[in-house]
């Protein structure tokens, strides 16, 4: 073989014996093939078969099995964010004149993404209330082919009854599709609850560390396991190894993490629930949470993200006391080992549903800082609003 072929083929080098704990990046696109009768009947090698780099590498599909296992389902598929999982679950099973039920608290951008393409391809959206069994009874009909859940809700963290839900969809033909991103598959196994389909934004506490987007979508039946591939192979999309390898390395820790981040989150919100500036703290684990005892019931754990409803006084200088914060970061997104602090507006995410507390709700994320750190920085924060709203009364020295 001459020199410049041997620059271009990649040689056989033994494996045997190589046996290692991570798993490999296997990165790819073109696969090839034995020979010509083994290309013409690739078609054959069926959904975890080997056809091209967009359909799975071994990296990928080390991802998938993992989520598969932890979900309880059949098969997994990865794309390019938490939003995709979404949108690609949604589209890959709804047709013009179909109808999708949205839960009213689910992530915004699926709202839009709902409203505005959705709806451009013929899909009626509507939306029905989290917590009320009778609104989603009451709106759906032969015509409905998915109800969306997040439970808990984004932001606002109502729990849904995932098995009465289920049964009422199944009763009319509807599938089931629940956003699992703020349980994980640890904490919430939605397709042994009655979901048919769970998505996860992996870029929250799977990954774990704010470096990477992807998302999963994990089915629990085979005959939902062709139209999603063959929906993700005709938009082509499909995730880079390297992105995958950064989620499985984040995914080993994602236990100690998660437990971490539950401790974390009990502490800071013993410190600030009877704060007189705290009108409310949203988390399920709470005895007084409205969704408590559905929370207990169908879920194993919490996470480290819950949400802080100041009183009316306080609220509105929220958004000012956020930059006396130093160990806490200000941004969306969370499940990172960075604490985050996001400032989320609510109202006009509601269309089925009345929220009547304050419209701005703090949604706060705890990573993996000390938590004396985290407590300074709470307490200094809230002795900021406590001065904004009443400065005659702190007087300096002076
Ligand atoms: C963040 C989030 C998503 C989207 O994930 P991205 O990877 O950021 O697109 C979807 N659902 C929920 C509940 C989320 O919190």
Redesign the pocket.
Known sequence: MKDLTQCVITPDVDMDGFETLGAATYRGSTIVFKNAEAYRTRGERGHQGYTYGLYGTPTTRTLEAKLTALEMGVRTFLVP??????SVAMLSFLSTGDRILIADN??P??RDFANRDLARFGIEVAYYDPVAIDDLERQIDGRTKIVWC?SPG?TTMEIQDLPRIAQIAHRHGALVGC?N??ATPLNYKPLTLGADIV?E????YVSGHSDV???SITVRAEEHIVPLRATLGRLGIGVSPDDATLVLRGMETLGVRLRHAAEGAAEIIALIQHHPLVEQVLYPSLLDFPGHDIWKRDFLGVSGVFSVVLKPEASKHAAAALDVLRTFAIG???GGTRSLIAPMPVKQNRSASQWHGEDLVLRVSIGLEDLDDLKADIEAFLADIAERSAPAKVSKAS
């Open positions: 964010s938490g939003q995709a999982s979404n689910s992530y951008p699926v997040e984004s956003d991103t703020w998505t934004a992996l870029t929250k987007l992807m998302g969306a997104s969370w």
